[in-house]
């Protein structure tokens, strides 16, 4: 009997279909509060940061939004949620690895929805005074917690029911979800905007978007509560009888060469996806509060060019997963690190030329999105290819959440903070291309044929 022999049979493609939509309901919602979060990241700022909020809210709105100190702040609390994600990926990862995938994905899209249900309903500090920021910070960290399992027991799922040679294009619906999470709150943010007087949206018009993560959590847990383990994942209760062979493997201590092995794996894990995780949350949630608060924007122009540049990321996505699948993983995300590296500076000069037309600057955000999704659409598939399945939710769940917590959830507050220093309008283009170019010697570390092999 061969190795081959002894791989579960590809599963039939209705529930290979019926796991993706489950595993991108729920990274749809995360990542739409994602970026509602980052579009009124001035309006949080001026509601919970300031403590005379209730005065700017005009300048919330239109202009710098409640000052340099409150967006910092804010984005303090954006940081602290991302860092308590690799807590996350380990205790959620370890309950996906031992007990199922669908448990996992149950237990985290709920903690998501809850939280974010009562971000909308928390008071304001001209309400509770210096409670209100703590609240938030407190409701972030669940969130935080919540979303480092989400990304580990998605594209496990994703990854281990895709069909043979779709595991690229399988694993990019993750990060497409993402882009489409992005786009609904950015497009809700506009929307409100557009109808909504500044001081209605300061005061109480923010809130809608927080709100509507409920049902929107509530149709996801649906279909993952339906959801199927896939074929050969660890039985939901390791150690009944009657289960021996199997749960004992998934339940059995990793030794210490393994854990050595499985250490590796995540540093380089990090390095592979540290430019996506960089230059994805630089042009996709830090760009509106930094055209606003460095370049002038107003808030609608900025929430316009969030759009865009979500629209590009979205576009590549999917192409770039199926792509990785033909050609491979490495020379698909390299591009993409390396056009981020190369065009970074040029993009950001376009958006702030006075003399550029409107058509060039929503060509320049279209292409910066569009050269992430180079990174994102076979980064999921990349990771999942690198970790076993007895440890593969927690080892790509880890990677990811880690890379996050220190080039995805410290953007905005490096990038506000040094651009208040400096008063240098570049830093966004120095964070991402710095990044990218790190990233791009761990990239080169994939081999040609990873993308055939079977996981492992």
Known sequence: MTTTDLLPAP????????????????????????????????????NFFTVHGGSGAGSAVEGPGGGAEALVATYASFALAFFFRPVGALLFGRIGDRYGRRTVLVLVIGLMTLATTLIGLLPT???????????????????????????????????????????????????????????????????????????????????IPFLLALP????????RTALEEPPGAPPPAPGRAGSAGTADAAAAPIGTATVREQVRAVGLGIGRIMGWSAAGYTFLVVLPSHLQSALGASFRDALLATTLVNLGFAASILPAGLLSDRVGRRPVMLGGALGVAVSAFPLLHVLQSSGASPQARAAAVLVAGALVGLLAGPGPAMLAEMFPRRVRCTGLGLSYALANAVFSGCAGLFVTALTARTASTAVPSLYAATACALSAPALLTLRADDHREPLR
Request: glycine share 14%; with cysteine; hydrophobic share 55%.
């Open 11 to 46: 599963p039939p493609h209705a529930a290979a279909r019926r796991a993706l939509l489950a595993g991108s309901a729920g990274n749809l919602v995360e990542w739409y509060e994602f970026g509602v979060y980052g579009c009124f990241a001035t309006v949080i700022a001026a």
């Open 125 to 207: 500090r001209a309400d509770i005074g210096a409670a209100a920021p703590w609240l938030l910070t407190f409701l972030r960290v669940v969130q935080g917690l919540s979303a480092g399992g989400e990304f580990g027991g998605a594209v496990s799922v994703m990854v281990e029911y895709a069909p043979p040679g779709r595991r690229g294009l399988y694993g990019a619906w993750q990060s497409f979800t993402v882009a489409l999470g992005l786009l609904a709150g950015a497009a809700t943010a506009a929307a409100l905007a557009t109808v909504l007087p500044a001081a209605a949206l300061y005061g109480w018009g923010w809130r």
């Open 216 to 223: 929107l959590g509530l149709v996801a847990l649906w279909l």
